[in-house]
């Protein structure tokens, strides 16, 4: 560490559990330590593991106060033991002891909420400088080596780009982070810069724009007759960034000789705009899409949704990239209009196999069973504090993602009709609420808009931004109360780009005067453009009539949120940015917006030429279904949904959960979210990314229709169902990425027309790539799309798990030979094919002649077929309703399969889309075949008693698969 | 009659406060939400209810421990207020993090020091965050609006909420006071229940207990996120329901309020 501000000596504190307690988090540790062994197949000698919460003290405190300090607020009387170290004493080791801390100026939540109830006890000023910090002290007992112990620490104790990792020392750094010397204005010189100079400067100023762009800036500035200030450059970086501007979806491509201008507005967007929907309320423009949920509820109740990629961060912090991921999307919710409420979250993670050898890990990644489980932790860690329930979202595997995880995170929010708008006006004060601004997250925007490479880690270590929920929380209190007192005109989130983009945002179309040193900083020594660009989380902006401001202010400060005028909106169409007094930015907002160059890019699509390895028959048909319920892809995420908390805000009626014994996954999650209305809401999702390695068009069709798939079966309304893109890709200045893009792109406009199910809000994140020495891996081309359908009635939901021996089984839709990037083939090792592609009309007429037999109450229980198909759907059926089954394929109608495709293993591990499972009471198949006329619904068995297991027929009527319940739990269940 | 008052307290990271109040007022109480605070700033906005609820959530993100901060600046600034309450005859309810909020008050043991006391809830057996759908059992307790011997299903979730005492003895006074007033049970409600029927590693199962005189209640589980028929996952194998078991709950406590006034 450099050199330290002058802080006496702390006080420091340690507490463990007391001995006769025991202590979970060693006992999970220790776990972790005997799983790594089996894997190194080397054994450490570790005996026992505690984990003591260290907190360092200012040294100033007499004795009195710190054993007060201990008993009110860091040690329980009956669990926990303190052990206290005056300032400058250390403790006395008696085992081996691993420490980790958070490097100086990295974000501490549980520091900062000690030191605001110190303030509070009146033991340290308020508003002083933060001179508490955190740590964990780790100690084993055991004969590891040091060289071990810090394996050991860096594999299982310490993110490294965010903590220091201390073994056999106990020197911890304490102190404010170190203070820089004021710096006001700062010139760039770039107006006489050639290409290689400018080249360098975008790529040293980690600006991340291309030679056009930096062309583009000089030309501007050269007009000006004046050298850019950092300030303004950094402006320009974040504004233009593809993270912020989605510079390939709206540029210019040639696809195989056609020229496409705008790919997504001629076809996501086209195809909203065409489809013209009555429920939309709002789409695209704002930071979440806005429908209509209730009309006849508290004057009109409308509900926003928002799925955001925060792939990058998470890739090097999984904990806090996930966490701020949520926390992000939730102030898009919070930003929407005037302001929506949270009611659900959603998250979804594409990540390597957890299996995965250590040496097949590329250089600089964590290996994915890491990053899995701390972007778990991450979205638990935040989305329960913030009393949001977590309802849907998946998990999704291929070694693809290995060095470039992705992850979602999407928010759902209730909004009055009368707040779905914003308008900014001229003489409105600019109002940042909420958490201080540090150091962290600087140049995210830019950074997540760039590859990653094996350096990732080291370089963008100040990119990393560390969360702080409760923060979150009670600026959202305070939002919600501001806006029903109609005390602010405008709001939107600080999120990639901090208050550049936020104000810049907002001041579109007006102008805006700021004064950083009004910020309120977290510790001095900022730079004027560090606080302009920095990414610290929690705040937001808000454009309010000056008339107002007091009162605004004084509903923050009730929920002690800190609320600052930081300067003024005006209408001179520019941005001028003061620093004590010294003009250090001052920008035309039209260049700002609407200057990016429009490039023209190349793209090719050609499809892959492998054999189709047909659907094989199978040796032994019933260990192969056990296989694949044991699939990663498929077997249970309960150990993730158990962790968050799904019901919080008592609006739960179909969790991710469903079934007697809650242990079988639900197609959609339903929430009731407002008592005096009968309507619920559906939330489903879809992505596959093996689909769309074949045939990427194919593959967003039928993650559509999957999407469409998962909020039908339980009741959703098709006709009544919005769609949110997210689109994560490779690097899109290689043409064939980009021309899967457009195919996907152009999938999407075709199936939204055809469902009449409009896109209303999305994201991209291209550029999804890794560089390690002179090899590129990418991720495979990754769409997930998200469905939010309204349900006419909660009364009539249905769900996936089979409720009554003798009922009914149907088979809705055609099966035809698409195995295509299917789980089986995946299971089997087999590669190619017809990517199963759902015939548009057929799949509209489904879903709606099944929602209208649901609304009189003739569906027991309906399960869509996705991956793993028949076989797959029916036994996660049996295992909800903890039932038996017995089917017969041989009464299945369906065209002559090809060659190569047995009929048996065709019929039960197709992925044609668009089919689903019914579960129907004997005396109603009638009235419900007739109803859905027009649409194969095959009787093709019957539910039985659970000690008759599963049992399926083949296509000649003889015995195929022959599996009990217990069997089929097992293989579920296997990986927890 | 008229409607009882009742007050649904939060604090900073409270979350459970809305459904909390819905709960009361469906039960047929008045029910308002107020900050802390507001009560810190004047203890006596406390008076006019004869139901306090501490609602559940993250108090101050429970950062240095579940409940830790928010008791504290209770003890402070309440001093013995919610001892006042019971004893003109009000009652109190903590949910969750209100129970852990509770705890650190000293409201189940006024005898007793922060110091000194025998109870406390500390992380789950598990080590992590749990939610699920959990049964409970009444005990011999004096809770005036619970019934020995009823067993109902209600959710959990929580990551500290595991029942401990400092030691056998204090376990025996506790249910010789008949303070031990819900335990965890296997649906059937009969039986010792494990893991993920008693979802925390509580000792004795113990999932709420009172203050001596049976008017403070405090307990992990949620009962107010099951006051409709459809929140419960079995829904559909349960019969027909008019409302969820939590709503009983909360109307029964109320109408004691009522009784009472």
Known sequence: ??????????WRIEIFRKPEFDDPEGTHALAQIRALEKQHGQALGIEAVRLGRGFLLPGELDVDQVRRIIAELLADPVVDEAHTFEPGQAPVRERQRVLVARKPGVMDPVAQTLERSLAQLGLIPKDGPSLVQTFRAWELAGSATPAQLRALGQELFANEVIEDLHVGDESLHYGLPPERPRIGRVEVALRHLDDAGLLELSTSGQLYLNLAEMHCVRDHYQAQGREPSACELETIAQTWSEHCQHKTFRGNIDFEGEHIENLLKSTIAAA????????CVSVFHDNAGIIEFDPEVQGGMDVAFKVETHNHPSAIDPYGGAGTGIGGVIRDILGVGRGALPIANTDAFFVGPQDLPQERVPKGSLHPRRILQGVVAGVRDYGNRMGIP???????FDERYVANPLVYAGTVGLIPRRFAT???????????????????????????????DEDSEMVSAAAVQIGDPITEKKVAEALIQARDLDLFRAVTDCGAGGLSSA???????????????????????????????????????????????????????AEDVEATALGTFNATGRLVLEYHGEVVGDMDLEFLHGGTPKPLRKATWTPPKIADPGAPALENPSQTLLDMLAQPGIASKEWIVRQYDHNVQGAAVIGPMSGVHHNAPSDGTVLHPLPESKRALALGSAANARYGRLDPEAMALAVIDEAMRNVVATYGDPGRTALLDNFSWGNCDKPENLGALVLAARGCYTAAKAFGTPFISGKDSLNNEYRVGDQTLSIPPTLYVSSISIIPSVNAVVTMAAKKAN????????????????????????????????????????????????????????????????AVALAEMCLAGDLGAEIDLSVIDHDNFPEGYDANTTLLYSESPSRFLIEVEVGKKFHLQSKMSGIAATPIGRFLPREKGIKIKDHLGQPHVSVSLDQVRDAFTASH | MSRPKALVLRSTGTNCQDETQRALARGGADAEILHTNRVIEDPSRLDPYSILVFAGGFSFGDDLGAGRVWGAQLRHALGDRLQRHLERGGLVLGVCNGFQVLMETGIFEPDKTPATRDMALYANASGHYECRWVHLKTLNTLCPWLTPGECFPVPMAHGEGRFVVRNLAAMETLAAARQLALAYTPPSGEGEPSYPDNPNGSMGHIAGVTDPSGRALGLMPHPERNLDPWNHPEAAWLGRRSEGEGARFYARMVEVAKAEA
């Open chain 1, 1 to 10: 560490m450099g050199p330290q501000t002058g802080a006496a000596a702390p």
């Open chain 1, 272 to 279: 909203t705009h065409e489809i013209n929907h009555p429920m």
């Open chain 1, 390 to 396: 977590t309802v849907s979202g998946g998990v999704w």
């Open chain 1, 422 to 452: 914003k308008e900014v006006h001229a003489g409105d004060v600019i109002l940042v609420v909420g958490g201080r601004t540090g150091r962290d997250g600087i140049h995210g925007a830019t950074f997540s808009s760039v590859e990653l």
């Open chain 1, 503 to 557: 104000i810049g945002e907002m001041a579109e179309g007006h102008g805006a005067v700021v004064h950083l040193e009004r910020v309120p900083l977290k510790y001095p020594g900022l730079t004027p453009d560090e606080i302009w660009i920095s990414e610290a989380q929690e705040r937001m902006v808000l454009a309010v009539d000056p008339a107002k401001l007091a009162e605004c202010v004084a509903v923050f400060e």
């Open chain 1, 807 to 870: 009922n009914l089984i149907l088979l809705v839709g055609l099966t035809r030979p698409e195995l295509g990037g299917s789980e089986l083939h995946e299971l089997l090792g087999l590669w190619g094919g017809k990517v199963p592609k759902p015939d548009l009309r057929y799949a509209k007429a489904t879903f709606e002649k099944l929602h209208s037999v649901m609304k009189f109450k003739q569906v027991a229980s309906c399960h869509d077929l996705s991956e793993g198909g028949l």
